[in-house]
């Protein structure tokens, strides 16, 4: 099973794969509890440091999320900026030679003013 597909530069996750994901976090925290008794913790121990563990995981899913989201290196982010990029391409094309040189012109002209 592969968790994640790939749609041009866009990553998307099925819902199979995020039932796959959630079943697996569910094994690795039993394993983990497994682990820490046979290590010699008692079961409240366990169950205490399995939570830790697996909501420190967590809470670091969440900071990588948030710092993507500050970034805007998120998935919606990037569509828009490839259609913008893509609108205004057309948008150029579009245009006649006419207009074409107006509008490099008027660039010129604002560029000499700013300076």
């Not at 094994?27 to 399995?50: N, S």
């Not at 579009?94 to 560029?111: G, I, M």
Request: glycine letters at 10%.
């Amino acid at each position: 099973m592969t968790p994640v597909h790939t749609l041009g530069a866009v990553q998307r996750m099925r819902r199979i794969d995020v039932i796959g994901l959630g079943l697996a976090l569910l094994g690795v925290g039993g394993l983990l509890y497994w682990l820490l008794q046979a290590v010699g913790l008692d079961g409240l121990q366990a169950g205490f440091w399995t939570q830790v563990l697996l909501m420190v995981g967590l809470l670091g899913w969440v900071a990588t999320y948030a710092w993507r989201v500050v970034r805007k290196d998120m998935t919606y982010h990037r569509q828009r900026e490839q259609y913008d990029r893509t609108w205004l391409a057309h948008q150029i094309e579009q245009l006649s030679p006419e207009e074409w040189e107006r509008l490099q012109q008027e660039l010129e002209q604002a560029e000499v003013s700013r300076d």
